[in-house]
């Protein structure tokens, strides 16, 4: 199908790309013309892996264009993508304008088209929002009813940064939201040669079912890290060990042919500094403000909310309670990105940490090996601190390293490289790392570990 995408964030490029990847003709537009210039080039402003690999082949393919003239790729197109921002405003709801100014854009195009079109909300957006921000727009601007001059759809993504591409290909479910069976048949048309379930629902259900997928995962991650707190106050304690003993439960992982399943879901089951990233934050904080909009108190969520937002600092506690007042020390921060595979540090634990220990006065150093030294500054303004260009450089001579994020090049962070880098070889592990017995031949502490000597004495 001719297929047009506004917005070319991670969500419209990566579907974008991935469409034209299966053979459909796809048109993205965004306002920003340098932006534009570069993909067309065949350069991915993002960092995903194998995206521009996939852009090129797209490119030379010429199944794929980006252009910021959206008036165009509305006509030239049957189905139309809608993957802008819909970021957090103050109070926690969703920033609508993005989406306001481009359903009218949208609208405005259909004038001047007789064949009938198809409209896609791509955006995480909360629970009618499809239905009452974006339809009556559509509706005013085109001067059309939905289900003759056009169709409506909700069509949420799970695309996991660091992973997007492949979630894309290899969907493990999609959802299509319609405002009538027309629209919902017109859509699955874009989807009929992938091999997973298509669940057809109505539009605000799809809308909820982000939520809620975002919000389920959210929460575990705020109780693995409960546990990870309550274990730090028991001797000899390992969250790690004991979430072993958790995921061994058949309800949780299965047994199958004598073997064991191992669902994802069990990763998420893992202490560490918290969750990160332009979706868990932003969607559970905006279902709260939903929910309260509607006169209903989510006291679950929000105590996830309030227990992420305290985590990352338990990594600074750590280090004050081995090296005492950390004014003028010397401290590694290791890991940007609120994930590996990734360069997004949007709402990173990161961010948290070097903040307090820049207000306690500590001389603060930071490696990632994606994150370079400019996207550092542009997200972590009023921050000082440096950037070094090697793992070997960040360590060197610290009087604490802490990880913050669990990157494979990271794993040669071993006890000997440990010792023979840094003066007191102080380790403060946010990810586990080291929690089996090698933690002992270094200066060590970690999320979810019990101290047998008695380090760990403040809640």
């Not at 009618?128 to 759809?153: A, M, N």
């Not at 996830?304 to 090296?323: A, F, H, S, Y």
Request: proline residues 4%; charged residues 25%.
């Amino acid at each position: 199908m001719e297929t047009s995408i506004v917005g070319t964030g991670y969500v419209g490029l990566v579907t974008g790309v991935g469409l034209a990847s299966i053979g459909h003709k796809v048109i993205c537009v965004d306002i920003d013309a340098k932006k534009v210039e570069k993909i067309n080039k065949g350069e991915s402003p993002i960092y995903e892996k194998r995206l521009e690999e996939l852009l090129k082949k797209a490119l030379q393919k010429k199944l794929f264009i980006a252009t910021t003239d959206l008036n165009y790729a509305v006509l030239n197109s049957q189905i139309t993508f809608i993957a802008v921002p819909t970021p957090s405003k103050k109070n926690n709801d969703i920033d609508l304008s993005y989406m306001k100014k481009v359903s009218a854009q949208i609208g405005s195009a259909l004038l001047n088209k007789k064949e009938y079109h198809i409209i896609v909300v791509k955006s995480t957006v909360a629970p009618e929002t499809t239905l009452k921000v974006v339809l009556p727009l559509i509706e005013k601007y085109s001067k059309k009813k939905t289900g003759s001059g056009f169709g409506l759809c909700m069509n949420p993504e799970f695309l996991r940064e660091g992973n997007a591409v492949d979630d894309f290909m290899r969907p493990d479910r999609i959802v299509i939201g319609e405002i009538d069976k027309q629209s919902g048949d017109n859509l699955a048309k874009v989807y009929k040669n992938f091999e997973t379930d298509i669940i057809r629902t109505s539009l605000s259900n799809a809308e909820m079912i982000k939520y809620t997928n975002n919000a389920l995962l959210a929460t575990l991650i705020s109780f693995s890290n409960e546990i990870a707190n309550i274990s730090e106050k028991i001797p000899g304690a390992n969250a790690f060990e004991i979430f072993k003993g958790v995921y061994l439960d058949k309800r949780l992982n299965p047994v199958i042919n004598g073997k064991r399943v191992n669902p994802q879901i069990l990763s998420y089951l893992y202490p560490g500094c918290g969750f990160g990233g332009s979706c868990f934050p932003k969607d559970v904080k905006a279902l709260v403000a939903f929910s309260n909009k509607k006169k209903y108190k989510p006291v679950l969520l929000s105590a996830v909310l309030d227990i992420n937002k305290k985590q990352p600092l338990r990594l600074v506690k750590l280090t004050e309670q081995k090296i005492g007042n950390l004014k003028n020390k010397n401290i590694a921060v290791l890991g940007l990105a609120f994930k590996p595979e990734t360069d997004d540090v949007r709402e990173s634990p990161a961010i948290a940490i070097i903040k307090e220990l820049v207000a306690k006065k500590a001389n603060v150093f930071t490696y990632d090996p994606v994150v370079n030294a400019k996207n550092t500054h542009l997200h972590f303004k009023n921050f000082p601190f440096d950037h070094a260009q090697s793992l070997h450089q960040a360590v060197k001579n610290k009087d604490a390293c802490l990880i913050v994020t669990n990157w494979k090049e990271f794993e040669k962070l071993t006890p000997e490289f440990i010792k023979s880098n840094m003066a007191n070889h102080l380790f403060i592990d946010g990810r586990g790392f080291f929690h089996n017995k090698e933690s002992e031949k270094i200066n060590y502490l970690g999320i979810g570990l019990g101290n047998k000597k008695g380090a760990s004495k403040e809640s």
